[in-house]
């Protein structure tokens, strides 16, 4: 079955710190998205993208962050300059349209 | 923005037992999730239900679209039942999450 891939599983930076998340959506998927969740909180929306824009972004996707599909199969999270509140689970989901699938995640630790 | 409320917070069962968690939104949505994010943070797929009931195996779910709630039973709950259990609204393409079931089941 196919499934959402996101590397790497785990990543630590120093504060200051550009990261790139990378993710893998389902092959036939339209909508891409990210979303993360602080440790013990609610999942958290950032931004969706479809047709190579930005089609949604919520107020947590600040000028710090940006998203791209630089091919046919990847779709990358930046953080430019990493603070120690981006410290989180950055979830990566597709749809066709509707059901969001999600990957397992890039757990992001800030020191 | 739109409000996703889940209740309880905690529930703590006995194998074996069954359980209600429900899920009360603020405005009329798209559409409806439900997830189990499992003790590693993963966050699997349980239903997409935006009205009536669905069944899978000792799940199901009923969303009633008009009253603005959705519930999920889980029957007969097992061990690797445990976990966080999320709803998520669908608006305008996008999901909002709520804050979580955390259900705990002891052997």
């Known amino acids: 079955e196919p499934e959402v891939t996101q590397t790497p599983s785990h990543q630590v930076t120093q504060m200051g710190q550009e990261v790139i998340l990378r993710c893998v959506p389902i092959s036939n998927h339209l909508y891409f998205y990210w979303y993360r969740q602080i440790l013990g909180q609610k999942v958290e929306f950032l931004v969706s993208f479809y047709n190579n824009e930005i089609s949604e972004k919520s107020e947590i996707f600040d000028d710090q962050f940006s998203v791209e599909r630089p091919d046919g199969s990847n779709f990358t999270l930046k953080i430019r300059s990493t603070k120690l509140e981006d410290s989180a689970m950055y979830f990566c989901?597709?749809?066709?349209?509707?059901?969001?699938?999600f990957g397992p995640g890039t757990r992001l630790t800030v020191l | 923005g739109i409000q996703v409320e889940q209740s309880p917070p905690d529930l703590i069962l006995q194998e074996g037992a069954n359980s209600t968690l429900r899920c009360n939104f603020s405005d009329s949505v798209n559409n409806l999730q439900w997830f189990h994010q499992n003790p590693w943070g993963q966050l699997i797929n349980l239903f997409y239900?935006?009205?009536g009931t669905k069944q899978n195996g000792r799940l199901s779910a009923t969303t009633v679209a008009t009253e603005r709630y959705s519930l999920l039973y889980i029957s007969s709950s097992q061990t690797t039942d445990s976990g966080v259990y999320f709803c998520a609204v669908l608006r305008a393409n996008n999901l909002f999450f709520g804050t979580g079931t955390r259900l705990t089941v002891i052997p």
């Open positions: 989901a597709s749809s066709v349209f509707g059901e969001q699938f």
């Open positions: 239900i935006p009205s």
